[in-house]
Structures are given as structure tokens and as C-alpha cells.
């Protein structure tokens, strides 16, 4: 492993470190280091935007998210994610075209993002933001 591959996987490991006990700003600024150094990192890229939206800057997940997609267009967790992002900042528009990405993805995924931007979320907004399984 050389040193840039070092920094970057060291950066990443702290920002899962600072996600998992929900210190969100610290994250996001590890997960934006290891960018820095290796700007197509899909993992570093999806993980922001969860710390994004748990901070409740969904601009900014968004333009994770979108990253993430671009990178890999069949995560279909990363789909996901961008769809409740842009629930939060209204854009119907964007959610529906994001849910008939999910049913070319992956029916059962759509299917979670359908019940959970329609139902859940509309009942408890303030549901904390988590990401679903990759499948």
C-alpha cells in the first residue's frame, strides 16, 4: 500500500469512526480529506451525503449523492438516498424520476423508497436519516 492509498483509507476509517457515534461535522470533514487525495471515491462520496442528510443539509447530500450515482450508477442505495434527499427539499419531480431508477435497479429497493418517502417519512419527519443495505 503506498502512502496516498494510507492517508486516504486512514481518513476514511475516522469518518466511519465519527459517523458511527453521530459526530456528523467531524465525518464530513474526514470523509472530505480522503476526497481530497482520491476524488472518485464512491464509498467516501455516499458516505458524506449520509452525513449531509443527518445533518439536515440536504443541498449538500444531494450533490453527494448525485456524485455517487455518477461514479456508480447501479448503487442503488446511493438512489435511495438522493430520492429522500430530494424529498426534503420538495422536488417531487426528482423523486419520482428517482423511484423509476430504483424499479430498473432494484424492485425490492423501490419498493422500501416508495413506502418510506410516502409513508414514513410523512408521518415522523424527523425520523433519523440511515442508509439501506446495498442488495
Known sequence: MDSEQFYVSAWFAQ?????NVEQYADAVEAYRRALRIKPDY?????????????????????????????????RASAWFNLGV????????DKVREIYQ????????????F????FTEFRINPSA????????
Open 101 to 112: 431508477v430504483l424499479r430498473k435497479l432494484d424492485l425490492a429497493m423501490a419498493e422500501e
Open 15 to 19: 469518518g466511519v469512526a465519527f459517523d
Open 85 to 92: 434527499a430530494y424529498y426534503y427539499l420538495d422536488k417531487r
Open 114 to 117: 416508495s413506502k418510506a418517502v
Open 128 to 135: 433519523h436519516f440511515s442508509s439501506p443495505p446495498d442488495i
Open 42 to 74: 464512491i464509498d467516501a462520496w455516499y458516505n458524506l451525503g449520509v452525513c449531509y442528510s443527518n445533518l439536515k443539509k440536504y443541498g449538500l447530500a444531494v450533490l453527494s449523492y448525485e456524485e455517487a450515482v455518477r461514479l456508480d450508477p447501479d
